[in-house]
Structures are given as C-alpha cells and as structure tokens.
C-alpha cells in the first residue's frame, strides 16, 4: 500500500541492519505492547509466564533488573516498584486485610511507621510497634490475627541491629510471615533467606542505584503464592517503574561492589575517629561494639555499609546540633542516603522500646566517595565550632 509522507511517520519501511549487540540493556520505552491478533490479546500482569502484555508490568529493561536483583538475593521472584516506600506499601496492600494486625519495630523507617499508623489504620489493620531487640520475646506480641512481622536491622537512624534468625523462628512457629526492609545492606551484605525472612525489600534508590539520581524499590520473595498476591496487587494499584530508572539502576549494580567497598572503610574509619571525640557520647555503627545488636551483626553479616549516627553527650541546644550540621562543608544536608555525596541530618528521636531517649543529640551520616581524610577534617572543623 502506498503511503502519505505523514503516514509514514508513523508507519516506516525503513530498514536498519540486524544482529547489534552491546554491554549495556536497550532502555524499552513503552506503554502499549503489541499483540501478534486480535484473539491473543490479554491483560494477565505475569509476563514471565504469559509474554509481554502491557508497559506497567514491565518493558525488558525492567524485567531484566528485577531479575538481577533477585539471582543476588537468592530469591525466586522479584517485583520491582516506584520507589522504596511504595515496595513497603505493595507489601502491605496485596498481604493484609481488615481485622489483621502487624508488628513493627520501634525503630523502623518513619514513612514506614506513618503508612501504618495513618492508613493502614483506617482500612482496620492494627499494629504493635515493638522494640527492635526483643528478640525471641516478640513471641508474647503475636496475636491471633497476626499476619506480618515487619523487621529492619539495623534500624533507620537508632540503628539497633536485630535477631532475625530468633524472629523468625518465633513468626514460623505461629505461622506469622517475615519481612525484611533490607536497605542498609543493599540486598547483599546480609542473606534474608538463609536467615528465615519470607518477604525481603530495599529502596533500590540506595546503594544500587548509588547516584542519588533514581527512585525504584524492589520486593523479593521464594514463594510462588505470595508472588501471585504481589503481581496481582502491583498490577491493581498500577505500580509502574520507568525503564530510564531501571537503566539507570543496571548500570548501578556493575559498580555496586567497589562502592560499597569503598564506603564501608571510609565510614568504619570517620565513626571509629569520631567514636574517640570528647564531645560524642556514642557512636552507632553496627560494626562498633557500643552499637546495640553488634554481636548479631557480627554473626550474621558480611559488612557494613556507610550510613550511621552519632549522638552527642548531654550539652548542646537543638540549634547548636543545627549549627554543628551547617557548618560542615563536605557533609550536605538532604534525605536519601547511599550516593557518592556525604550527608548529614540532625534528628529529633524520643524514647524508643528499651533504649535511652536521644532526642536531639543524634545526626545522622551519610559517608560517601570523598577521601576520608578530607571527611574527617570537615568534621573536625565543625566540631570545633561546636566547642568554641
Ligand atoms: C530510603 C528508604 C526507604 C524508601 O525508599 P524511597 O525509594 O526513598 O521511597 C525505605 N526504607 C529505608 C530503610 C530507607 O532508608
């Protein structure tokens, strides 16, 4: 058939040589995705199973990462989502239902703790926030309706490390599921399934894409039944990721090792610097004996990474912590940790379960890609004003 100059922009002959292969995974654009006929046209979220359907269950790009992901973590499938919360969220939204009830650790990632508290509330499921080293005592927590046991080791900001193993042995003895928000240790410093977590999830936004320059998250699991319930709810809630994003996150993963490398020694070498400060009462760094839950992440870790807090000794105001934060040149103030850039951010934290109240004597840092000794003379400076 002949066609009009404008028809051929949409419809081209145009013939480009075949058989081009590169390192790097085409970024797949697209919503529509086209069926060979009419009869064979379907909406079924399981591509893996069924072919490629539609662009919110994932372009080749995204597949590809979600499937890296899972061969790192041992896991049987992985499905990826917009960012880390909304992992937490698709967790949460395919597994509960009213009348169910979790529990949370104390210490966990606040917008974690405000989803629960704020909206899972009002669609009737209740929570326990728990503290984080309970352990095998979280036993006395479960209830009849119990269906999750959310865990995150260490935990945001307080950083209590936790007996995962101990757990889950309680969970399964209830048959209550486990979920992991495995961030810190990007998916790799710590093996959810070999230590008896069901459900493992990481802001992907983190240490593999590593720039701060992407939002993804990512769910993985061993079990068939609940990936069903995950693909099912991702598909109703419309959870797409960008396959710009997924490239991105590809490219992060073949660094993520020297990275993380890098990362762990700097940061094991500022916290050590500023665990001997007059002026720091505390240093939380799981590999740091004063870190509550060192021995476990001694047993059952394979590094660290580079987020950590400290917290000062009884003194400073609110604003001079504040000031202690702007002085610092290196050390950018900004949420989302895990990129090349250090950061710091001075936090307001009460009493959580079994701990001493920090209230706001503790900064969080990010340590990243500069030189350490550079680091340490940024804060050395501050910490001098801080004094002064
Ligand atoms: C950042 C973070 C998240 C959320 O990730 P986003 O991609 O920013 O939504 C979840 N859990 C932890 C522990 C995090 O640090």
Request: contains cysteine.
């Amino acid at each position: 058939m002949t066609k009009t100059w404008q028809t051929k922009l949409i419809h081209s002959d145009a013939i480009i040589p075949t058989g081009y292969k590169s390192l790097a995974t085409p970024v797949f654009r697209g919503s529509t995705t086209l069926f060979p006929s009419a009869s064979s046209v379907n909406d079924t979220w399981d591509q893996r199973k069924v072919g490629y359907t539609y662009g919110l269950y994932g372009t080749p790009t995204a597949l590809e990462l979600a499937a890296r992901i899972c061969e790192l973590e041992s896991g049987k499938h992985t499905v990826l989502a917009p960012g880390g919360q909304a992992a937490i969220s698709l967790i949460n939204l395919a597994l509960l239902q009213g009348g169910d009830h979790i529990l949370v650790p104390a210490s966990v990632y606040y917008p974690n703790r405000k989803l629960t508290g704020q909206l899972l509330s009002r669609f009737g499921v209740t929570a326990t926030f728990y503290d984080p080293l309970i352990g095998a005592g979280i036993s006395a927590l479960i209830q009849e309706n119990t269906r999750l046991i959310w865990t995150e080791s260490p935990g945001s900001i307080t950083m209590e490390v936790q007996d995962i193993p101990a757990l889950a042995t309680a969970a399964h003895a209830r048959n209550v599921r486990v979920v992991l928000d495995n961030t810190w240790s990007a998916g790799v410093l710590f093996d959810a399934f070999a230590h008896g977590v069901d459900i493992t999830m990481q802001a992907v936004t983190k240490y593999i894409g590593g720039h701060s320059d992407l939002l993804l998250g990512s769910v993985t699991v061993s079990d068939d039944a609940i990936h069903q319930r995950l693909g099912a709810a991702q598909q109703m809630l419309g959870l797409a990721v960008s396959p710009d994003d997924c490239s991105l996150a590809l490219r992060g993963l073949q660094t993520l090792a020297v990275r993380l490398s890098a990362i762990e020694n700097s940061a094991l070498a500022v916290a050590k610097w500023l665990a001997d400060r007059p002026e720091v009462e505390l240093v939380l760094h799981p590999a740091l004996p004063a870190c509550p839950g060192h021995e476990i992440w001694k047993r059952d870790f394979l590094g660290s990474s580079g987020v950590f807090s400290l917290v000062f000794k009884t003194g400073p105001t609110q604003e001079q912590v504040f000031a202690f934060v702007d002085a610092l040149k290196l050390f950018k103030v900004g949420y989302s940790w895990a990129g090349v850039t250090s950061l710091a951010v001075a936090y307001n934290i009460g009493r959580i379960p079994g701990r001493p109240p920090y209230n706001h004597r503790i900064v969080r840092l990010n340590i990243g890609l500069e030189s350490t000794t550079d680091l340490i003379a940024d804060l050395e400076q501050a910490l001098s004003k801080l004094r002064a």
